[in-house]
């Protein structure tokens, strides 16, 4: 197989899980953008956090919603809680590294709040304690995991909302996981503006 076939296949690839994945996850993800909108608009914000790729995707979420998405809007309370390296490498020093997220919850994060929490796997054990955390303080959470949702599938409380990829492949994952990511912010754009 030459390289442009295997690029070929990528797209394939993507396009099927993309597609497999549709109907699974767009009832959740409706509620998910709902749940966020509630929050935004009575003050409160949304921490997002994850590992790797899935730390440049929390990046990325808090970014369209504190800028803009692709509307002209005032800047809504998103925060990263994997930008501080400050803070990270405190935490990971003094504590243990499964702590990064879970003490800036505990510091940042209010009643009425939402954390979105992002683990391809579904097992990450700072994500799960940033859960836990969350719960602890009254906040909701959507949770973005792959293959078979991990140990967080079965730590979400009923108000809690999991949206996770039906797929093996971790690239397939990521993939979805920022197109959720976009339809997220169409849809509280699409509330905000009240075109829904």
Same mark, same amino acid.
């Given at each position: 197989m030459n390289?442009?076939?295997r690029v070929f296949d990528h797209f394939a690839e993507s396009i099927k899980a993309k597609q497999d994945n549709q109907e699974l996850l767009a009832e959740a993800t409706a509620a998910a953008i709902?749940?966020? *909108?509630?929050?935004?608009?009575?003050?409160?914000?949304?921490?997002?956090?994850?590992?790797?790729?899935? &730390?440049a995707d929390a990046q990325h979420f808090a970014a369209e919603?504190?800028? #803009? *998405?692709?509307?002209? #809007?005032?800047?809504?309370?998103?925060? &990263?809680?994997?930008?501080?390296?400050? &803070?990270?490498t405190a935490i990971a020093n003094d504590y243990d590294f499964n702590r990064v997220f879970s003490k800036q919850v505990e510091a940042l994060g209010r009643s009425g709040d939402v954390l979105l929490a992002i683990s391809t796997s579904g097992n990450s054990a700072n994500i799960?304690? &940033?859960?836990?955390a969350a719960h602890e303080r009254d906040m909701r959470v959507v949770a973005l995991t792959g293959k078979d949702g991990g140990k967080i599938a079965h730590l979400l409380q009923d108000q809690d909302i999991l949206l996770n990829v039906a797929h093996q492949r971790t690239a397939r994952i990521q993939e979805i996981h920022i197109l959720l990511i976009h339809a997220i912010c169409d849809?509280?754009?699409?509330?905000?503006m009240g075109n829904v």
């Open positions: 390289l442009s076939d709902e749940l966020m *909108f509630a929050a935004l608009v009575n003050d409160g914000k949304v921490l997002a956090c994850g590992n790797g790729g899935s &730390a919603l504190v800028g #803009r *998405f692709e509307m002209e #809007r005032m800047g809504l309370a998103g925060i &990263a809680l994997t930008t501080d390296t400050s &803070a990270l799960i304690a &940033a859960i836990e849809g509280i754009d699409q509330l905000l």
